[in-house]
């Protein structure tokens, strides 16, 4: 009885070492080599680079499979097996040498395979890459791909005109992103503080969006300023300013604080202007 055991025992751990031989030890003799990708912009369209290497002298299929390829707003994963580039390409990003769920095939020696990346988050993403041969896996990698904030800026600056009896300052205003990510929906607001009252004299909201190292103006019409403070030192002028809306009217005695701030997720940038500045304040109160 205990010898029809032994045999059994041994004629099963047989059978599971074939399997396992046979699922593990006669695949392609693949490698992942290397894994790079430089940092991604949100929005932008990224690329990792994979090294294949073949050891054998026959070319061979493998499939691969990489997750955390593309993340969007909501912070959800998609797997990128539809979008691996294979490098007998001629242009990269040609629909017709996307795999479609196809094998990519490597020649003996090194292979160069490109994947697409995509992000609508900043932030790291560990990105694997997964190397199998009919179901068979053969290699795995993992690599974190950085995804960087926009960098905000703002700036104010002015123009001064004379109408009539009144200091016309048309304000000009430009949302600023030194970074490598796009930044959508940035919320902007214009405040007008009287300073010899202290109270609030305008307030103003909108949205802006600013690619990645660019900069977009702060305007609603194209050439128009974002803001106009009239300061009168007789009667208003009575111009409407069509079609700016952001209009603030005050006396020879008033002074303006022009604040603007603009958010985007837990980033804040600000700026701001004195109306009349300086000196034009100070002759304004002799």
Do not use: C
């Amino acid at each position: 009885m205990k010898k029809d055991f032994l045999i059994t025992l041994s004629f099963a751990i047989l059978i599971l070492a074939l399997g396992f031989f046979w699922y593990y030890g006669t695949g392609a003799d693949v490698h992942i080599a290397d894994m790079t990708a430089p940092p991604v912009g949100v929005g932008s369209r990224g690329q990792l680079e994979i090294m294949l290497q073949n050891n054998g002298s026959e070319p061979v299929d493998v499939w691969l499979e990489v997750e955390n390829a593309f993340v969007d707003e909501n912070g959800e994963s998609y797997s990128t097996s539809r979008m691996i580039i294979s490098n007998e390409s001629e242009s990269l990003w040609s629909a017709e040498l996307v795999s479609l769920q196809k094998p990519v095939k490597l020649l003996p020696g090194n292979n160069t395979v490109s994947v697409m990346l995509g992000y609508k988050l900043p932030g790291e993403y560990e990105v694997e890459v997964k190397v199998s041969e009919d179901s068979r896996p053969l290699d795995k990698a993992s690599l974190v791909v950085e995804v960087p904030p926009p960098e905000l800026l703002l700036e104010l600056e002015y123009e001064k005109e004379r109408m009539g009896s009144s200091d016309v300052y048309g304000i000009y205003g430009y949302l600023i992103n030194h970074g490598l990510s796009s930044a959508r929906d940035v919320s902007t607001n214009l405040t007008v503080i009287n300073e010899r009252t202290g109270k609030t004299a305008f307030t103003s909201s909108r949205t802006y969006y600013v690619r990645d190292n660019d900069k977009s103006a702060l305007w609603a019409w194209s050439d128009y300023p974002y803001a106009i403070v009239e300061i009168g030192n007789g009667k208003p002028s009575g111009e409407s300013y069509m079609p700016v809306q952001n209009v603030v009217i005050g006396g020879s005695e008033d002074r303006f604080r022009i604040n603007v701030t603009s958010t985007w997720q837990d980033q804040v940038v600000s700026a701001e202007l004195l109306l009349p500045p300086g000196e034009e304040a100070g002759d304004a109160y002799d």
